[in-house]
């Protein structure tokens, strides 16, 4: 059983950093990806960001390109999103998510186990 707990949530004001944690546990993660998801009231989940845990290779949404960064830390088995530059447009509950990382990683159907998500408020 996998369990997948986020953290690091709160509210900010616009042009302020934030970092999540996903702290994973239940089996070793190396040939699975992490994802990072967002849902904002009446708005579908979208993609934000992913990695895959063996390789490192990352994927980014258009809208989060080169103000989020996700990463790892094996040792901790936590994913982290690093979040710079936010906006009120990225408002949402934030869910960390893992599945193989053999399927896509855009798409919220080819994860497996899903956290709680965590809140992000961003005032302007």
């Known amino acids: 059983q996998v369990q997948l707990v986020e953290s690091g949530g709160g509210l900010v004001q616009a042009g302020d950093s934030l970092r999540l944690s996903c702290a994973a546990s239940?089996?070793?993660?190396?040939?699975?990806?992490m994802g990072w998801f967002r849902q904002a009231p009446g708005k579908e989940r979208e993609f934000v960001a992913a990695?895959?845990?063996?390789?490192?290779?990352?994927y980014y949404a258009d809208s989060v390109k080169g103000r989020f960064t996700i990463s790892r830390d094996n040792a901790k088995k936590t994913v982290y999103l690093q979040m710079n530059s936010l906006k009120p447009e990225d408002t949402a509950v934030y869910y960390c998510?893992?599945?193989?990382?053999?399927?896509?990683?855009?798409?919220?159907?080819?994860?497996?186990?899903w956290g709680r998500g965590t809140q992000v408020t961003v005032s302007s």
């Open positions: 998510a893992e599945g193989p990382s053999s399927t896509s990683y855009l798409r919220a159907d080819e994860y497996d186990y």
């Open positions: 239940g089996r070793t993660f190396l040939f699975y990806k």
């Open positions: 990695i895959r845990w063996n390789s490192g290779i990352t």
